[in-house]
């Protein structure tokens, strides 16, 4: 062929920095891995009787473009506990996860030009994403020494008059870090001011630890400016399941599902009824609760080996991640990662996957078994040891 008909923005797009190690791991006999930000507990089996019961009622068909009213309603119902009221007929959106929400969401609010501030280190669809609207990606970074939380003046120091969409994720992805309410407070107050739309990715909001997820959308003039994505993946161990909901106006809620009518149509009919038991089981509470518990487990066995080997990391209070810096011992994050897996044949993420001011970081999911996370922290040890500077 004489011409290249491949678009130039997804050309141009550089692949996962996730899916590139994953890809080197999977080729390794016996690598080991905490690469993975997925749940290691199976569905509960409560939720999967759902699932099959829709299957042999032959309850299979297409559902609303928006999602069953039950699941709408339902999932209206739950955000209350954080503090955030929704109608579930005109304001609630099911996707095929969190992810499409993000896609929807910037498509539905970004003109070509319109800048979106994207809180860094995150979640490595926001910056594509924003560029396949025709959006104009600006990092706004965070530091371990703010505990990776986004502060006012960083926040300030991005905006102009071409920003119209912040991007935030708390608990986040990759640092595990949380915003706390005074935090949320005073970006909230800037992004009055500023007259900026913020979507809030808040798929983590279940895992936190020692301190309650806030939404900053509870907040005072908030939520009529913002949307809050959330879904079943992570707390409810459903990621295969693909199944999100979002939550905000209902002009933007309407739009969203415009786009939505003509490119998936609609959420799995199976995965939406099983939905409807996760949210509305008499069990819940007690299901994320030993969930919650074993996370924390882990997250405390984790951050103690990292400081036992001498590398400083800023304690995660949410999510299922450590971001320890690797700064001390000489190399990028990249590699980092590279060598560890040539030699101790484990498997962490680079930091700069999740934006520039990632690098000299890795990331490393708990999300996996005690046992092989004490495995991969003995030799991710051997290997820090012999480069660590004196």
Known sequence: MGKSYISEIV???????????????????????????????????????????SIQSA??????????????RAAADYLKKFGLYYHGEDQILVT????????????????????????????????????????????????????FRLTAAGLLEKITDKTKVLMISYPNNPTGAIMEEEDLKA?????????????SDEIYAELTYGKKHV????????AERTLVLNGFSKA?????????????PKDVIFYMN????????????????????????????????QMRKEYDKRRVIMVQGFMDMGLEVAEPKGAFYVFPSVAKLGMGSREFCSRLL??????????????????GFIRCSYAYSEDIIRECLKKIAVFVKGRMKT
């Open 11 to 53: 050309r141009a797009m550089p692949d996962s920095g996730i899916k590139d190690f994953f890809d080197v791991a999977n080729s390794l006999d016996g690598a080991l891995s905490l690469g993975v930000g997925e749940p290691d507990f199976a569905t509960p089996k409560h939720i999967c009787d759902a699932a099959v019961r």
């Open 59 to 72: 309850d299979t068909k297409y559902t609303d473009n928006r999602g069953t009213v039950e699941l709408r």
């Open 96 to 147: 095929m996860g969190a992810s499409e929400g993000i896609d929807l969401a910037l498509r539905a609010l970004v003109n070509p030009g319109d800048e979106v501030l994207v809180t860094e280190p995150c979640y490595v669809s926001y910056e594509p994403c924003v560029e396949l609207c025709g959006g104009v990606p600006v990092a706004v970074e965070t530091k371990a020494s703010d505990r």
């Open 187 to 199: 970006v909230a107050k800037i992004v009055k001011e500023h007259d900026i739309f913020v979507i």
């Open 215 to 222: 939404s900053i959308a509870s907040l005072p003039g908030m």
């Open 236 to 248: 409810f161990a459903m990621t295969g399941w693909r199944l999100g909901f979002a939550a905000g």
């Open 258 to 289: 415009k786009i939505h009518q003509f490119t998936t149509m609609s959420a799995g009919t199976i995965s939406q009824r099983a939905a409807v038991c996760a949210l509305d089981s008499p069990v819940r509470e007690e299901v994320l609760g």
């Open 342 to 359: 040539e030699e101790q044949k484990v498997a962490v993420i680079p930091g700069d996957a999740f934006g520039a001011c990632g690098d």
